[in-house]
DNA sequence: TGTACATCAGTGAACGCGCGTTCACTGATGTAC
DNA sequence: TGTACATCAGTGAACGCGCGTTCACTGATGTAC
């Protein structure tokens, strides 16, 4: 119940959550220490300044996501030695992930810092990219197992399709806020699943 | 050569770069209007405060998505009859379009509000729902008509399908910004064409 | 076991800058009679 | 055709607040000998 947790470790916590409700820009830092009980000063003894805290939030964030993606698609392997079929066990998981979060995603930090770019210093911008190409080639191993077994039925670009799984995360968030309906993420990542059954199936 | 733009447009596109460079907080009006060679107080002349600015921004972007997307399709209704052949004709126009675009999509402004929710009032966020709403309710007459014809190969949700393409674009702006290359949007266009061509085409 | 020093996790007060906003005023153009 | 007034499209100076950042200092805990 009472699980200490460090300053530094608060700070983050709700950092997070206000960047991703407000924007980096419009979080300031007297908000985050009212809220973590701590005054401005003890901040600067944990972050040399607010692009350090930017820094450590991206990289935090990048390793519980990249933890959840393992062990989503692992889990699904265990289910089904398939790769086609593991897969789609996979992205049917992910989305149940999805429905469950009581308000929906968050929403994503890649997003939020592709969206205010000239705010961060290159540093954070270059870790942005890194995520993306991280997921791309995560994917991309996927897909080619999948289509060794299951030549696909239109002529497309695994590389693509495998941009396509973060493509359809990011913009269901966006869709998801925008409209104010939680579920219509979950709801894009079952329609993705869809598009790479009909993509590798026999017809 | 010397079309005489008012200083209030000035003032609309010059915001509207900056917006969707940096997102909207960081853009201030000091540099607004010193690309616009305004003062400031010429500034409040034309907007009560910075929240009509928003409001003026995005309803002038949604007009004239909107009337890009009417060209898009009309013309591809004129270049085939039949409601799904002219369908996918749309997307590799739209594809072509953000393909030809020098520096990529400058990116959405409906994400970037979505992404800083709590800066703006009711009335911008209510704006911005119901443009993705009214995006919906296009593609799904056009879904809806293509599968009278086609009955789709997979027991998908059309309403869904139709915010596909919405979540497609915004996903695929998210990624080219994150990543650095512009041809990611118009690629992932292409790959939902081809989802669309599998979910109604004749196995 | 006691003392000296070092490190950790902050505090408190002050800084200067940039921001959005206000307000009284102004020169140029348009309109009524 | 001339005068009076109104509107348009701004100017210039000032405002106060909130922001990120700095700096000298401090009490509690850890370590060496």
């Given at each position: 119940m009472?699980?200490v947790?460090?300053?530094?470790?608060?700070?983050?916590d709700?950092?997070?959550t206000?960047?991703?409700?407000?924007g980096?820009?419009?979080?300031?830092?007297?908000e985050?220490?009212a809220?973590?009980?701590?005054?401005?000063s003890?901040?600067f003894?944990?972050f040399r300044?607010?692009?350090?805290?930017?820094?450590a939030l991206?990289q935090?964030?990048?390793?519980t996501e990249d933890?959840?993606l393992?062990?989503v698609f692992?889990?699904?392997r265990e289910?089904?030695?398939?790769?086609?079929h593991s897969f789609?066990?996979g992205?049917?998981?992910l989305?149940?992930?999805m429905e469950?979060?009581p308000?929906g995603h968050p929403?994503?930090?890649?997003?939020?810092?592709?969206?205010?770019?000239r705010?961060?210093?290159r540093?954070?911008?270059?870790?942005n990219?890194?995520a993306i190409?991280?997921?791309?080639?995560?994917?991309?191993g996927?897909?080619?197992?999948?289509?060794?077994?299951?030549p696909?039925?239109?002529?497309v670009?695994?590389?693509t399709?495998a941009?396509?799984?973060?493509?359809?995360v990011?913009?269901?968030?966006v869709?998801?806020?925008?409209v104010?309906?939680?579920k219509?993420l979950?709801?894009q990542?079952v329609l993705?699943?869809?598009?790479i059954r009909?993509l590798f199936s026999?017809?």
């Amino acid at each position: 119940m009472t699980k200490v947790k460090s300053k530094r470790e608060m700070i983050l916590d709700i950092a997070e959550t206000n960047v991703l409700s407000k924007g980096f820009g419009a979080t300031s830092i007297d908000e985050i220490v009212a809220e973590a009980d701590i005054t401005k000063s003890g901040f600067f003894y944990h972050f040399r300044d607010k692009n350090e805290l930017a820094r450590a939030l991206l990289q935090r964030y990048l390793e519980t996501e990249d933890a959840i993606l393992d062990d989503v698609f692992n889990r699904a392997r265990e289910l089904h030695g398939d790769p086609l079929h593991s897969f789609l066990i996979g992205l049917k998981l992910l989305a149940e992930l999805m429905e469950d979060l009581p308000n929906g995603h968050p929403g994503c930090l890649v997003a939020t810092i592709a969206y205010s770019e000239r705010m961060f210093d290159r540093d954070v911008r270059e870790i942005n990219r890194r995520a993306i190409i991280v997921w791309r080639e995560r994917f991309l191993g996927m897909l080619e197992e999948i289509a060794a077994l299951y030549p696909p039925r239109d002529d497309v670009d695994l590389r693509t399709v495998a941009d396509m799984i973060s493509s359809m995360v990011e913009g269901g968030i966006v869709l998801s806020r925008a409209v104010g309906e939680p579920k219509v993420l979950a709801e894009q990542i079952v329609l993705l699943r869809s598009y790479i059954r009909l993509l590798f199936s026999a017809p």
